[in-house]
Structure formats: C-alpha cells, structure tokens
C-alpha cells in the first residue's frame, strides 16, 4: 500500500513537471524529449517513442526516441484503416498484443517485438490524431497496471496538447508567410501600376517625358532626409508619381503648347490638381494621402497657389513634398519656353522662396540631401542619376550648398552669433 | 560539475577497468545529461563497469530515473556492468519501486 502511495506520489511529480514543460515555450522539439523521459522516468519505462502525425503524409513521424537502437523505423505509414481505428479508439492505451490488429503494426511488427515494445498510445485531441507514444518494458519486469495506464494517459494528452498547439502555430506561420507573399505580390503590382501610370502621364508631355517618375524620386529623396520610415518615404514616392494624373483628362494641345498659354488654357491646365484627386480618391490606397498630394501639389505656404489658395498650415505636408520636388524638376529641366536653370540659380530661387512657396524645412532636407551627395556622405548617387553628373558637379555648388544652408539654419549659437555680428547688431567681446 | 575517477586493475589485462562517476546534489536533466555524456563516452573508450557514486546526491528526478534507465540499458548493449554507490535510503527506496534495482548492483 505505502509503495503503491509512493508511486503515485513520485507519478504525479512527473506529471506535473510535464504540465510545467509544455507550458514553458521552450523549444518544441526539446520539449517532447523532455516529455518522454518525464514518461519514462515517472513509471521506471526502458524504451520508448513520441511521434507526432502528419495528415499530409499519413505517417507517424519520431519526434523523440529512447532504446529502441538505430534500426527502428523513423516514420511509420498509416493507411486509413489505421486512421478510423486511432480515432474509435481515441486516447487510451492499447496493449502492443492488442495493437497487432491495427494494418500499420503488421508492417512494423518485427521492429517493434525486437525492441520489446509493450503499449501504444494513439495521441487523439479534439478528435484529430496528433502523433501516438510507443512505450517499452518497464524496468521491474512486470506488466502495466491500470492506474499505470491512466498515468500513461494523463500524460499522453499533456503531449498530445503540445504537438497540437505546435501544429497550430507552424498552420498560423504557413498562413501567415502565404500572406506576406500575397501583400509583396500586391504591393509589386501596385507599384508597377503606379508606375505605368506615371509613364501614361509623361506620355501626354513630349517636354516633360519622365517629369513623374522623377518627382517621384525626389518627393522620396526629401522623405528619407526627413528620416521618415521606410512605407512612408515609399508613400512620398507614389504620390509623387500620381501627382500629375489629372492631367490625363487636359487636352494634348495645351500641355505641349511651345508657347506661353493664355488665360483659358491655363484655367483649364489648373483644373488638374482637382481631377487627379477625384481620380485618385476612390482608390483604396496603402498611403493615404496620395490624393491630397495630387490635389494640393500646387498651393503655397503663402496662399497664392490653387486650386483652394490654402495657407501654410492647411496645405498637408505631403503636398509641400511634392510641391518641392516638382518645382525643383521644373527648374532643372529643359521647358518648351525656358532653358533648364543653372543649379546655383536653383539653389537661389528655393532659399528666396522658403516660406512664401515651399515649406523651410524641407529646402533645407533636400539641400542638405544634395551636398551629403556630393561632399562624399552619401555615397548614393540619386541626384547624379535624375540631374546628370555634369550639372550636378558644376563648380562652386557644394560651397553654395553649404553657405544657402548656413544662411538658411542659423541653428546653432556660433552660427548665429556670427550672423548677427555681421550686421552689426551687437558686438562679440 | 562531474568528477571522474578511474581504477585500474593492478594485475594483469584480464582485470577491466572500473570507471567512477560522481553524481551530483540534485539529478535531473542538466546534471542527468551531462552524466549520461559521461558515461557513453567511457563506454564507448571500452571501459566495461561503471560506477556511479552518489555520495553528494539528495534527490533523483523523473528525468534523473530516465536518464538512468538510459545509461543502463547503453551499459547493457555493450555487456558493461553497470554499480551504483553510496546512495541514500530515500534513493535506494526509489530504484527498487521503479525497478533500476533489477538492472544493476547497489554497492
């Protein structure tokens, strides 16, 4: 009586230590190892083995093995027989004399009477067949005891949870790297649109061929100077790219007039902005202000532009991206009725027009953007590729570069001082 | 932290080697693997009885018991004597319910 206490004392530990185990987010496959010895050392088991089941394949496959030698077979085929059996049986042991009616263990049969294997449990949770535990002799010779064989059984759905839970999460993480394939395939196509897009608008413009895709490329530039987050400076590229889509609905004529356009040709070019947001707008975009991009990328900090004449704080701050990035294009290249502009007048022209047209922050990100390129920072060459290295390395831009800069972000006391001092404002002492 | 020890016969070749394992406080998986390395790798460098000393050793887990039965049954495969020493009352108590008695000798 007191030996059979002890045993059930000593069983329960292991029992619980199991229920610790499987609790612990341990590795998976050290967890069923663990979990056999617990079964082992908890009855005083020689042998034994955990297999978890794959419905794929029908087979029991070894998770854990203890004794049975390096000739036993790894990965046991099922066949549907089996299958029905394991199920009708549910979670309870069979005795291996017993289990010789199952089709599987007349293949096995040999493998499993070498290795003296005395009971098998077929793993069944929420009536699905999760793996199966073979288990050996016991150290003391003798047969399994009923109450042994509840044991067996506590601990066998302890296992048979852990498999469960595990295939969960390996279905949860299948599923999951399905849908990060699906949203880089859509995220692809949805950039190749876009861009497709862009060259459908350039196509209207012989002048301006590329005008799109390359403010899109500097709305991206800006944004990374910014240090804004990868989707975000992706996001400031679309809406680059989109922002002239309503001029898809302007007549050919108009934007390829070689001439200055009159009056009613130009109310008719500046209904763009509005048309390529009604475009865009019923458009479930990843980045939301594509269409606020489109239709404010013409308003100004100090409200002369249009369509609505918007004033600084109420013009988004992707407009103001986009807006930069698309005067800076305008400027730089070649125009039915102007000549691209030396980069030195254009460096002029965006400090003059910091806080009337363009917002001071983002003159100063994409400047500073351009003398990184060129002082060797920024080993990237983006501005070379959209400007071409002869205009982008004329003589004397890095040091106007530095000095608009200065001027511009009297930011520190030095810097500020000597500003100051130079007017003579106060004296340094 | 395992101590090993080996006593080797004084005579003559026929005398196998006896290697010495000391187990530790408390045998469970950490100790109880690092044991079982122990001792497959004497086994397997031919040593043919071991001796597990459990002088220091308080308790013995399930995974400890396993981890035994493994040993056992390696020694067993490679027809090695396997003798357990100097284990308390509680210990011994343990062994014989779970049956590791039948297996080896308790010096």
Same mark, same amino acid.
């Given at each position: 009586?007191?030996?059979?206490?002890?045993?059930?004392?000593?069983?329960?530990?292991?029992?619980?230590?199991?229920?610790?185990?499987?609790?612990?987010?341990?590795?998976?496959?050290?967890?069923?190892?663990?979990?056999?010895?617990?079964?082992?050392?908890?009855?005083?088991?020689?042998?034994?083995?955990? /297999?978890?089941?794959?419905?794929?394949?029908?087979?029991?496959?070894?998770? /854990?093995?203890?004794?049975?030698?390096?000739?036993?077979?790894?990965?046991?085929?099922?066949c549907s027989e089996d299958e029905r059996q394991f199920l009708t049986n549910g979670l309870n042991p069979i005795e291996i004399a017993h289990a010789k009616a199952l089709p599987f263990f007349q293949v096995y049969d040999a493998s499993?009477?070498?290795?003296?294997?005395?009971?098998?449990?077929?793993?069944?949770?929420?009536?699905?067949?999760?793996?199966?535990?073979?288990?050996?002799?016991?150290?003391?010779?003798?047969?399994?005891?009923?109450?042994?064989?509840?044991?067996?059984?506590?601990?066998?759905?302890?296992?048979?949870?852990?498999?469960?839970?595990?295939?969960?999460?390996?279905?949860?993480?299948?599923?999951?790297?399905?849908?990060?394939?699906?949203?880089?395939?859509?995220?692809?196509?949805?950039?190749?649109?876009?861009?497709?897009?862009?060259?459908?608008?350039?196509?209207?413009?012989?002048?301006?061929?590329?005008?799109?895709?390359?403010?899109?490329?500097?709305?991206?530039?800006?944004?990374?100077?910014?240090?804004?987050?990868?989707?975000?400076?992706?996001?400031?590229?679309?809406?680059?790219?989109?922002?002239?889509?309503?001029?898809?609905?302007?007549?050919?004529?108009?934007?390829?007039?070689?001439?200055?356009?009159?009056?009613?040709?130009?109310?008719?070019?500046?209904?763009?902005?509005?048309?390529?947001?009604?475009?865009?707008?019923?458009?479930?975009?990843?980045?939301?202000?594509?269409?606020?991009?489109?239709?404010?990328?013409?308003?100004?900090?100090?409200?002369?532009?249009?369509?609505?004449?918007?004033?600084?704080?109420?013009?988004?701050?992707? /407009?103001?991206?986009?807006?930069?990035?698309?005067?800076?294009?305008? @400027?730089?290249?070649?125009?039915?009725?102007?000549?691209?502009?030396?980069?030195?007048?254009?460096?002029?022209?965006?400090?003059?027009?910091?806080?009337?047209?363009?917002?001071?922050?983002?003159?100063?990100?994409?400047?500073?953007?351009?003398?990184?390129?060129?002082?060797?920072?920024?080993?990237?060459?983006?501005?070379?590729?959209?400007?071409?290295?002869?205009? @982008?390395?004329?003589?004397?831009?890095?040091?106007?570069?530095?000095?608009?800069?200065?001027?511009?972000?009297?930011?520190?006391?030095?810097?500020?001082?000597?500003?100051? /001092?130079?007017?003579?404002?106060?004296?340094?002492? | 932290?395992?101590?090993?020890?080996?006593?080797?016969?004084?005579?003559?070749?026929?005398?196998?080697?006896?290697?010495?394992?000391?187990?530790?406080?408390?045998?469970?998986?950490?100790?109880?693997?690092?044991?079982?390395?122990?001792?497959?790798?004497?086994?397997?460098?031919?040593?043919?009885?071991?001796?597990?000393?459990?002088?220091?050793?308080?308790?013995?887990?399930?995974?400890?018991i396993s981890i035994l039965l493994g040993v056992i049954d390696t020694a067993s495969n490679k027809g090695a004597r396997v003798v357990f020493s100097e284990v308390n009352d509680e210990t011994v108590e343990l062994f014989e319910m779970?049956?590791l008695t039948n297996h080896v000798v308790i010096e």
């Open positions: 009586m007191a030996e059979h206490s002890n045993k059930l004392i000593h069983a329960f530990g292991a029992l619980a230590e199991l229920g610790q185990e499987i609790t612990n987010k341990n590795n998976f496959q050290e967890t069923i190892r663990t979990s056999l010895h617990l079964i082992s050392g908890a009855l005083g088991i020689m042998r034994g083995s955990v /297999a978890r089941y794959s419905r794929f394949g029908h087979e029991l496959n070894m998770l /854990a093995v203890r004794g049975l030698g390096d000739d036993f077979p790894l990965s046991l085929s099922l499993f009477e070498r290795r003296n294997l005395q009971l098998f449990l077929p793993l069944v949770v929420r009536d699905e067949i999760v793996g199966a535990l073979f288990l050996g002799e016991k150290a003391t010779g003798e047969a399994y005891t009923s109450y042994e064989k509840e044991i067996i059984c506590a601990m066998g759905q302890h296992i048979g949870v852990a498999i469960s839970q595990r295939n969960l999460m390996a279905e949860i993480e299948r599923h999951a790297e399905q849908n990060r394939k699906m949203f880089d395939d859509m995220r692809s196509t949805y950039h190749d649109t876009v861009k497709a897009f862009a060259a459908a608008i350039d196509c209207k413009d012989k002048y301006t061929e590329g005008h799109s895709v390359r403010v899109g490329r500097f709305s991206e530039i800006i944004a990374s100077e910014l240090g804004w987050g990868g989707d975000e400076v992706e996001g400031a590229a679309v809406a680059g790219y989109l922002h002239d889509v309503g001029k898809l609905t302007v007549e050919r004529k108009i934007i390829n007039a070689p001439y200055r356009i009159n009056a009613k040709e130009s109310a008719e070019l500046n209904k763009h902005p509005s048309v390529g947001f009604e475009i865009l707008q019923p458009i479930h975009h990843p980045f939301t202000d594509v269409p606020l991009a489109a239709k404010y990328h013409h308003e100004r900090l100090d409200g002369r532009g249009y369509p609505d004449g918007l004033f600084d704080r109420e013009i988004p701050f992707i /407009a103001k991206i986009v807006n930069l990035a698309d005067s800076f294009d305008a @400027m730089t290249t070649d125009r039915p009725y102007k000549a691209r502009r030396p980069a030195k007048d254009v460096i002029d022209d965006l400090q003059r027009n910091a806080g009337k047209q363009f917002a001071p922050e983002l003159v100063t990100s994409f400047l500073g953007g351009m003398l990184k390129e060129l002082s060797g920072e920024n080993r990237d060459k983006r501005f070379r590729r959209l400007l071409g290295r002869e205009y @982008m390395e004329a003589e004397g831009i890095a040091e106007k570069l530095r000095y608009t800069l200065n001027e511009m972000a009297p930011t520190t006391p030095m810097t500020y001082v000597a500003a100051a /001092a130079s007017v003579g404002e106060f004296q340094i002492h | 932290m395992i101590t090993t020890s080996t006593t080797l016969g004084e005579s003559s070749e026929s005398v196998s080697d006896r290697s010495v394992i000391f187990a530790d406080n408390y045998l469970n998986k950490l100790s109880g693997e690092k044991i079982e390395h122990e001792c497959r790798r004497r086994i397997e460098t031919g040593c043919r009885e071991l001796e597990l000393n459990f002088a220091n050793t308080e308790i013995v887990n399930s995974i400890g779970l049956g």
